[in-house]
């Protein structure tokens, strides 16, 4: 089994972050880079061993033209731990006049018809091939509830030592995760740069691994049993699953 986590970009001209867990929570692929649907693919087979549980954030299935999708509704009346979040309003009109595209459709079924024992799933089970949607902004709160409320991501509200403090606070998080599942020194000492060097220039670039990195990690304890699965919406509608500790 593997856990694959894509903070996939809105096209394929920025960054995504690619992330991939072994059954053991040790790091097989981490990294930051501009990558085509083709690439995500070949990395992912190169670690594939039949099966494999992929989890995205983006935008997977988006039946409506315009407003929102019911499992966006749904989601933004969810407390996380107390907490309230929002998301992004998803529809076929803004995706297309914006991006030119809807890149997590176009991937997914991608992924499909390379890794047909993979399902596109609102309810994934503990050991079976599937794809979810996701969303790490959740996944933090979800599932490292001691660190919130956190912002590791960058808005324009609050001086950005505001950020790169919080995102800290995040790394040195899941370092200690990773030390605790054996993951290769060159791997501990990779979180540790990024946690001494962040600055304004490359918060996006950790952001993005750091994103990819939550929505494995979400995958692999839900797989152990250590965090439940709140799904919402349908395959139908769109949905979005999310993982909470127990």
Avoid at 51 to 66: R, S, W, Y
Wanted: glycine share 6%.
């Amino acid at each position: 089994m593997i856990y694959v986590g894509i903070d996939l970009a809105w096209t394929n001209k920025r960054p995504s972050g690619l992330c991939i867990l072994n059954d053991s929570g040790q790091i097989l692929f981490w990294e930051t880079a501009l990558l085509e649907d083709s690439d995500i693919v070949a990395i992912i087979q190169k670690y594939d061993d039949g099966t494999l549980q992929i989890a995205i954030d983006a935008p997977l299935v988006v039946p409506n033209e315009n407003e929102s999708r019911p499992c966006d509704r749904l989601f933004r009346k969810h407390r996380v731990h107390g907490h309230a979040l929002g998301i992004f309003v998803s529809n076929r009109a803004f995706l297309n006049k914006t991006y030119g595209m809807i890149r997590g459709e176009l991937l997914t079924q991608t992924l499909l018809d390379h890794f047909p024992q993979c399902n596109l799933t609102a309810n994934p089970a503990n050991k079976a091939s599937c794809i979810i949607e996701t969303f790490p902004t959740a996944l933090v709160y979800g599932l490292f509830p001691e660190l919130t409320p956190i912002d590791h991501k960058v808005k324009s509200k609050k001086p950005y030592v505001h950020y790169q403090r919080d995102m800290r606070r995040l790394l040195l998080a899941i370092k200690s995760i990773l030390r605790e599942t054996m993951n290769r020194p060159t791997i501990l000492e990779q979180v540790e740069e990024w946690r001494a060097k962040i600055n304004m220039k490359n918060h996006k670039h950790i952001e993005d691994a750091v994103d990819g990195f939550l929505c494995s990690y979400g995958l692999y304890l839900i797989g152990n049993g250590q965090a439940e699965v709140i799904s919402f919406g349908d395959e139908e509608n769109g949905f979005i699953v999310h993982a909470e500790r127990r």
